[in-house]
């Protein structure tokens, strides 16, 4: 077999019976390794996945991985669906004394290499974050995915099951509702995935538990409140990959179907067999990794590989993995977790995380029996949706995130990690951060949108995020967590920003319109340009087609035109400029010139996106 198996579609019913015999043979495999006691028990390993961004020096992605990889050498890095993030893996740790300083020292180490070489070789930065303040709708296209088979390969089969008619709703504090295709968003977001070492006898407690404590955990860390400069779900890495990879037909609205990315259906009742089991039941696999018409003679048996290439296509916020190295192992994998916004921050979450892994409480043994699996469910979307600010049910009680945070979950971290030898100054430390941040509800996420709130009463939305962002970077500079970060009005740490010639119009425009109709009267318009302090109104038709431009010149003209006609279509200008979204600032500014226009209309897609005018540029000068 080949050494770099090629990912391709499951096109045949022989692919497919090779391919599902393979996986069967091996959870027949992991079966009996369960039974037989073919796992190493009685350790501990901790290990991550750090994942992050590359921007340049306006703060916007820069689409740099495939040159990159050209100059870090060897070590644990790993492409990501998008050219403008990748992956570093972490070595295991054993879980005693300061294991977080050896996680945090090695994953230091490793990205102030990658940092070095982007700002030595490309003039560019990292940064850890969930999802990027600045990314736009240009930068989420298909051209933006890692030249990867891998990666086109899934976009192409995704999109295959799925259809082409999408709709894609996410709802917080503003709305996103998109026909893009949504997979291309799929490089948008970034994590930081944790790996703790479990015993096959403890892998069901171990299992539950960490679904009971997800919502909790996820509360607590939350950095992923912007997308396209909406604001929506305070994690909203958590909606916007379930919709990006989400297979389900929308015209077979009356069949129960789990999306690919699901918290889950149940706890865990008999034995961790049960969610291999629903894996290969409920999703059909429709990639392959096995040699075009290869047997299953031709499947090695010992190393479980269809079985993990299969539930990889499976995308579960908290996940069993076995390792079938030199030390056949288990372990359990949170996937929920953001990147950033500091490294000292994810440190925190994962003591956080662990110290509830070890610390695990005699009655979760028997979760499946006492809590409604509904509870956790719903405490996991409601902690996305809302971070610190909601009510968990928790073991039959309706208890605020804080309090049951501080009062109850954190000295049971606290004595978890202790039971293990974890050095007491470092635990302390480290879950003294998650006190403090939960105590003043300082999250990443209440930091971005309290930047951005604050920004958005001067600045258009691209402009704030820029900002924000540039203000972001500064502050992680420092090393200290966010919950110490000063308010963006407080401190100014980076100099006054100006738009330059690569700059979009997406970042600059004016994206809250009121438009009129070509049978609205122009009197209506003036009334609405007085009430709303606008220069110029957009004139749209039945199709939302963009049809003219009204200004106030020729409402002012018509005033004093005794001929004029009464309508809005007697007055607009027939004749404007367009550009799309992704034109720069530099484009626009010579076609101004070159018309001796005053306005530009922004379209994307054939339909208006938003007004640039001499003023908005102006605005952002020198």
Not at 338 to 359: H, R, V, Y
Not at 594 to 612: I, P
Request: proline letters at 6%; one cysteine or more.
């Amino acid at each position: 077999m080949s050494d770099t198996p090629e990912i391709r579609r499951i096109a045949s019913p022989a692919d497919r019976d090779v391919f599902t015999r393979a996986a069967l043979r091996d959870l027949g495999v992991l079966e009996q390794m369960l039974q037989d006691g073919g796992f190493e028990s009685g350790v501990r390993r901790l290990g991550a996945e750090q994942e992050l961004d590359f921007i340049d020096r306006d703060f916007r992605p820069a689409p740099l991985v495939p040159r990159i990889f050209d100059h870090l050498g060897d070590g644990p890095f790993v492409t990501e669906y998008a050219k403008f993030n990748m992956e570093i893996n972490s070595s295991p740790h054993r879980v005693e004394g300061n294991v977080f300083t050896r996680l945090q020292n090695e994953l230091a180490g490793y990205l102030d290499h990658v940092a070095k070489v982007a700002e030595e070789n490309f003039d560019a930065q990292t940064v850890l974050t969930g999802l990027l303040p600045t990314i736009r709708h240009h930068d989420v296209r298909p051209e933006a995915l890692t030249p990867n088979p891998r990666y086109h390969t899934m976009l192409e089969l995704v999109n295959r099951l799925r259809g082409r008619d999408y709709e894609f709703h996410i709802r917080g504090i503003d709305e996103l509702v998109s026909r893009d295709n949504p997979t291309a968003f799929g490089g948008t977001f970034t994590s930081f995935q944790i790996h703790c070492q479990s015993d096959a006898d403890l892998l069901r407690a171990h299992y539950n538990w960490s679904q009971m404590i997800s919502a909790p955990v996820l509360a607590a860390a939350t950095n992923s409140p912007l997308f396209l400069n909406r604001r929506l779900w305070r994690e909203t890495r958590i909606a916007l990959f379930a919709q990006t990879t989400d297979t389900r037909r929308p015209e077979a609205n009356l069949r129960k179907e789990e999306p690919r990315v699901t918290f889950g259906r149940d706890w865990v009742r008999d034995d961790i067999l049960e969610i291999f089991r629903e894996d290969l039941s409920r999703h059909r696999p429709y990639v392959t990794h096995l040699p075009r018409g290869a047997g299953i003679s031709d499947v090695p048996v010992g190393d479980l590989d269809a079985l993990n290439f299969h539930t990889g296509t499976i995308y579960r916020w908290n996940r069993v993995c076995f390792g079938m190295g030199e030390n056949p192992h288990l372990r359990i994998e949170n996937r929920i977790l953001p990147s950033g916004p500091t490294l000292i921050d994810e440190m925190a979450n994962t003591a956080f995380w662990l110290g509830l892994m070890l610390g695990m409480p005699e009655e979760a043994r028997t979760l499946h029996e006492i809590v409604p699996f509904s509870s956790a469910h719903s405490n996991f979307n409601k902690a996305a949706r809302s971070g610190l600010g909601v009510t968990f049910r928790w073991f039959g009680e309706n208890l605020p995130a804080r309090e049951l945070i501080l009062e109850r979950l954190l000295p049971l971290a606290r004595k978890g990690l202790g039971a293990y030898q974890v050095d007491p100054d470092e635990s302390g430390r480290l879950l003294g951060i998650i006190a403090d941040r939960v105590s003043s509800g300082r999250t990443g996420s209440e930091w971005i949108l309290d930047a951005f709130n604050s920004y958005t009463k001067t600045l258009s939305p691209g402009e704030a995020s820029v900002r924000l962002t540039a203000e972001m970077v500064a502050r992680a500079s420092s090393g200290r967590p966010v919950h110490e970060w000063e308010s963006v009005d407080e401190k100014v740490m980076v100099p006054k920003l100006h738009c330059n010639s690569t700059w979009t119009l997406e970042q600059v425009m004016d994206n809250d319109l009121i438009t009129l109709h070509p049978d609205d009267s122009w009197v209506f318009a003036a009334k609405l340009m007085r009430w709303n302090d606008r220069e110029f109104l957009p004139v749209v038709d039945d199709d939302d087609q963009l049809s003219g431009i009204v200004s106030k010149r020729e409402v002012m003209a018509a005033i004093d035109n005794p001929d004029a006609g009464p309508l809005v279509d007697d007055v607009k200008r027939a004749q404007f400029v367009t550009l799309p979204v992704d034109a720069s600032i530099e484009e626009c500014l010579s076609l101004m010139k070159k018309n001796g226009t005053d306005c530009v209309a922004v379209l994307e897609a054939g339909f208006l996106a938003g007004m640039v005018t001499g003023d908005d540029i102006d605005r952002m000068a020198p």
